[in-house]
T-cell receptor, first 115, second 116 residues
Framework: DSGVTQTPKHLITATGQRVTLRCSPR?????VYWYQQSLDQGLQFLIQ???????AKGNILERFSAQQFPDLHSELNLSSLELGDSALYFC??????????????FGSGTQLSVL | AQTVTQSQPEMSVQEAETVTLSCTYD???????LFWYKQPPSRQMILVIR??????QNATENRFSVNFQKAAKSFSLKISDSQLGDAAMYFC?????????????FGKGTKLSVKP
């Protein structure tokens, strides 16, 4: 067990809908990262938050947004969902700002299916 | 831009034998880290081994070792005495200092099967 908790584990929804994915980092970790894993794009970095502030941004669509709350849990909001948004969404956490030597601990992911 | 390439979509190994998974990368950075992650059917990404680019000595973790060739930008993973539990997707990844520090760049993965 990595200590990173993601809910829900599975989510099925329809096109055009909006969903929220939740992540609780390991105790003491200040950074939260979101990754998307899909068959065609592979694993892609979406966004990082450090202690409540956006730290780095990757290939995140404008329809997607995230935030990190004072208790350090994070939520990824996906809106106007399309079929192509179906993917496994991972959350990871690390102890500080995300220097390369920091270990990332991954959650088990949320499998999103858009029908 | 950084890229990571895994040229073997699938590999197979007999139990107790040795297998090597290939990875090449491209970066203009001088300081970076390289990683191998394992993703079993449970889906969770598990760090197998990591290598600091400034270190010439190859990293080892029990049955797992890497062959890091910095000039060739090659970072292969060797699994010795393969076990059934090693069956999984293996991803090579890189990460560098500066810029988007949280940005792990992953390869497409290699699916490893272990035959009893």
């Amino acid at each position: 067990d990595s200590g990173v908790t993601q809910t829900p584990k599975h989510l099925i929804t329809a096109t055009g809908q909006r969903v929220t994915l939740r992540c609780s980092p390991r105790s003491g970790d200040l950074s939260v990262y979101w990754y998307q894993q899909s068959l065609d794009q592979g694993l892609q970095f979406l966004i990082q938050y450090y202690n409540g502030e956006e730290r780095a941004k990757g290939n995140i669509l404008e329809r997607f947004s995230a935030q990190q709350f004072p208790d350090l849990h994070s939520e990824l909001n996906l809106s106007s969902l399309e079929l192509g948004d179906s993917a496994l969404y991972f959350c990871a956490s690390s102890v500080a700002q995300g220097a390369p030597q920091e270990k990332l601990f991954f959650g088990s992911g949320t499998q999103l299916s858009v029908l | 831009a950084q890229t990571v390439t895994q040229s073997q979509p699938e590999m197979s190994v007999q139990e107790a034998e040795t297998v090597t998974l290939s990875c090449t990368y491209d970066t203009s950075e001088s300081d970076y880290y390289l990683f191998w992650y394992k993703q079993p059917p449970s889906r969770q990404m598990i760090l197998v081994i990591r290598q600091e680019a400034y270190k010439q000595q190859n990293a080892t973790e029990n049955r797992f070792s890497v062959n890091f060739q910095k000039a060739a930008k090659s970072f292969s993973l060797k699994i010795s005495d393969s076990q059934l539990g090693d069956a999984a997707m293996y991803f090579c990844a890189s990460k560098h200092y500066g810029g988007s520090q949280g940005n792990l760049i992953f390869g497409k993965g290699t699916k490893l099967s272990v035959k009893p």
